[in-house]
């Protein structure tokens, strides 16, 4: 069984008690506190749901029980690093709690007249994805990609493929972006999702890659290589497999270069592209383009790109 990522927090009474004791001495620490067990559960839910959308290369208990426990410790290195999640929250922890009424020494609990009744003041952060806002005066794409390139020290995991995958992919996804203005933590989401973190990367006769990290079919006047696969489509609703045949690059720079080109040279996207502002239109916009035939595609696909936006935040 996989490990719940709430029972490597402090969540037991007496810690509780000891936290909420420091609130009343030093609320500073506490709200701190606070906001590193929260960004620790946060990173481990968001490492959780990355190895989930992966294929498992051990499916027994064991090796489940060890997995929960490595996410443990990734999220242990995320929280509480200068620059990380944690810090946003306990700004915005301090901000509420100066505006509440004081607690006594006899009464260490929250105040009747507080706002929220769980605990937390009314209104307070609660991280739910990195989906970046435009800000005023920049280009939707742009404000986006400033967003994700936000300076950070905190270092990625050691061996995630996810982690690997973003490092390796980045530079063509930046370039992809200049030719589209799509935000490249999208274009690294979109391959992600459509290549399982590249582990599903369609390979050749030969067995060697075919770099198609997109899942392009061979149509449109495709002249180049090609190579042949089994992949799910939907008609009505409902899946089958079928065989179809895939482009097959020289590089993975080169299959950036074409899906930059198919996004900006294909009518179809161009409201895609105009409309990229963030994770969830993006994606609803490839749906309705007809990008892909799965009914659910958008939502995996905006989920995959929150995923890589949360990691590319931890990784700086």
Not at 100 to 110: C, F, M
Not at 287 to 316: C, E, F, H, V
């Amino acid at each position: 069984m996989r490990t719940d990522p709430a029972a490597s927090l402090n969540v037991d009474s007496r810690s509780l008690d000891a936290l909420r004791n420091e609130a009343t001495r030093n609320p500073s620490a506490a709200a701190k506190q606070a906001a590193v067990q929260f960004e620790s559960l946060f990173m481990q839910m968001v490492v959780k749901s990355m190895r989930d959308a992966t294929p498992k290369t051990d499916p027994s208990q064991g090796g489940d029980t060890f997995t929960g426990m490595l996410d443990q410790q990734f999220a242990k290195q995320f929280a509480g690093r200068p620059g990380g999640l944690a810090e946003v929250i306990e700004k915005q922890l301090t901000r509420h709690m100066q505006k509440l009424p004081a607690v006594s020494a006899d009464n260490q609990g929250v105040p009747a007249t507080a706002p929220g009744a769980t605990g937390m003041p009314a209104g307070a952060f609660v991280p739910t994805s990195f989906t970046p806002a435009p800000s005023q005066g920049r280009a939707p794409a742009a404000a986006a990609a400033a967003a994700v390139r936000a300076p950070s020290t905190v270092a990625p995991p050691a061996g995630s493929r996810q982690a690997d995958f973003i490092q390796k992919m980045l530079p063509h996804a930046r370039e992809a972006e200049r030719r589209t203005g799509v935000p490249a933590s999208f274009i690294i989401g979109q391959a992600a999702l459509e290549s399982g973190w590249g582990r599903a990367e369609a390979r050749n006769a030969d067995g060697s890659g075919s770099f198609n990290l997109f899942g392009i079919k061979a149509t449109g006047g495709w002249k180049g290589a090609t190579t042949e696969a089994v992949t799910t489509e939907y008609e009505g609703g409902q899946p089958s497999r079928q065989r179809a045949a895939f482009r097959s690059y020289e590089s993975y720079a080169d299959a950036f270069t074409d899906y930059a080109r198919l996004l900006s040279g294909n009518t179809r996207y161009t409201g895609v592209v105009r409309g990229a502002t963030s994770a969830e239109s993006f994606a609803q916009g490839m749906q309705r383009a007809g990008y892909a035939t799965d009914p659910q595609y958008a939502s995996k696909l905006a989920r995959t790109i929150n995923q890589t936006l949360a990691l590319q935040r931890a990784m700086g």
